[in-house]
């Protein structure tokens, strides 16, 4: 990291350089790895000090790491938001900011679709604590101001959504919140500080599962949040009393998939347009879920709130399910696992892996196909990808 930031820089040359500044201790210029769960007291004074706030240093890596502490402050750079927060998934992540703003009798707003884990942990852990998770539509504001009510703390957005990348209107739902004085919170895991900044849109908080393209290289699991202090101070009383965080490896192993983000991001999105236009021309394909394609229904909105249309397609193939499994089943390039977002390309079909928390009637209501396919589409030569999709195809 180079000491001087000059704020006019684009965002491939903050991703290298970061928010400026080497390791305080040594000077390093690579953020190194303090893999130590405690910090020794200079004496008992200070041990007490340091629990009652009244001066600044680390006590146990569960309350704060500086490997960790170097990575909250570069996303919350790249994220244009005031602190950062890590958490040892996106799950733990999204968890923590339902925990933080919601007691008994609460309830929160959720756009359809969601990653199928974020619906599960809606439908099956959160009700024990009689708070309510209600999910609806990404492109039907009506039915998502229906959902909100005096008990309503906040509106989770996942934009683009997980499976189907449909979009919801950050601007849009973000007036509609203030408008209720609640909170909105942008999971922008598919989208990354690359592709949109949902806290200059007016969002009060963004996670990631940085798992994905922060990551970038399938090697880690972890969750990020950016926000304003007075928020990210409550989502730090769940993460230190429940735990949950990240371990200071896996901080620098997100560093370290930061630096490359913007140029891994401009190969998943070309890559990923090429993919989808070849699968909108094939005669085997019903349909292609891409937000760069004319054709997709909010191509208008990805236009405005989004730099580019991401590296994740979504098709449905003519003959369905039975079509779908034969074609995953014949690809050599392409390998059939859930996760996302990185270098190489994974392939999946949500409905019986990520997404089995949802039933068919679900499906059906959020207008998903069961015979979706979803591509995170890699940073390989793309005639490679479309190669080994196309000699799948034959084998249909
Ligand atoms: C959009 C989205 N949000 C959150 C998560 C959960 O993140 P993690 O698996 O890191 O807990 C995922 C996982 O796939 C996801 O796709």
């Not at 704020?7 to 790895?33: E, K």
């Not at 439908?123 to 609806?136: D, S, T």
Request: negative net charge; contains cysteine; glycine residues 8%.
């Amino acid at each position: 990291m180079s000491t001087k930031v000059n704020p006019n820089w684009r965002f491939a040359t903050l991703t290298c350089h970061g928010s400026g500044g080497c390791d305080p201790t040594t000077g390093a210029l690579v953020q190194p790895i303090y893999q130590t769960s405690t910090f020794a007291f200079k004496n008992t004074e200070h041990g007490a000090a340091l629990f009652a706030g009244e001066v600044s240093g680390y006590i146990y890596s569960r309350l704060g790491n500086p490997t960790v502490a170097a990575l909250e402050k570069e996303i919350a750079f790249l994220e244009k938001g005031e602190m950062g927060l890590a958490f040892s998934s996106g799950m733990a992540a999204i968890s923590a900011v339902i925990f933080a703003f919601c007691k008994s009798g609460d309830n929160y707003v959720v756009t359809s679709p969601v990653y199928g884990g974020t619906h599960a942990l809606g439908l099956k852990v959160i009700p024990r604590f009689n708070i309510e998770h209600r999910e609806r539509p990404c492109y039907d504001l009506s039915a998502i101001e229906n959902a909100i009510d005096e008990k309503t703390k906040f509106i989770l957005i996942e934009t683009p959504a997980n499976p189907t990348v449909r979009l919801a209107d950050i601007s849009a739902l973000v007036e509609m919140a203030k408008r209720y004085s609640i909170l909105t919170v942008v999971d922008n895991t598919f989208a990354t500080p690359f592709l949109q900044n949902p806290l200059e849109l007016g969002a009060d908080l963004v996670v990631h599962s940085a798992t994905k393209y922060i990551g970038g290289h399938g090697d880690v699991v972890a969750g990020l949040v950016v926000g304003r202090k007075e928020l990210i101070d409550e989502l730090k009383l769940i993460l230190h009393e429940v735990g949950g965080a990240m371990s200071p490896f896996s901080a620098y192993l997100l560093l370290r998939g930061l630096k490359t983000l913007a140029v891994r991001m401009e190969r998943h999105c070309f890559n990923a347009m090429k993919v989808a236009q070849f699968l909108s021309y094939h005669p085997k394909v019903k349909e292609v879920w891409y937000p760069g394609l004319t054709c997709h229904p909010e191509h208008e909105l990805a236009k405005r709130q989004m730099h580019d249309f991401g590296g994740m397609v979504a098709f449905v193939l003519k003959g369905g399910r039975e079509e779908g499994k034969i074609f995953l089943d014949n690809l050599q390039l392409a390998t059939n696992a859930v996760s996302l977002g990185d270098c190489d390309t994974l392939i999946v079909h949500p409905a019986s892996t990520t997404h089995s928390s949802y039933t068919e009637q679900e499906l059906f209501e959020m207008g998903m196909d069961p015979g979706l396919v979803r591509v995170s589409v890699g940073i390989e030569d793309y005639h490679d990808i479309i190669d080994d999709f196309a000699q799948a195809f034959h084998k249909i």
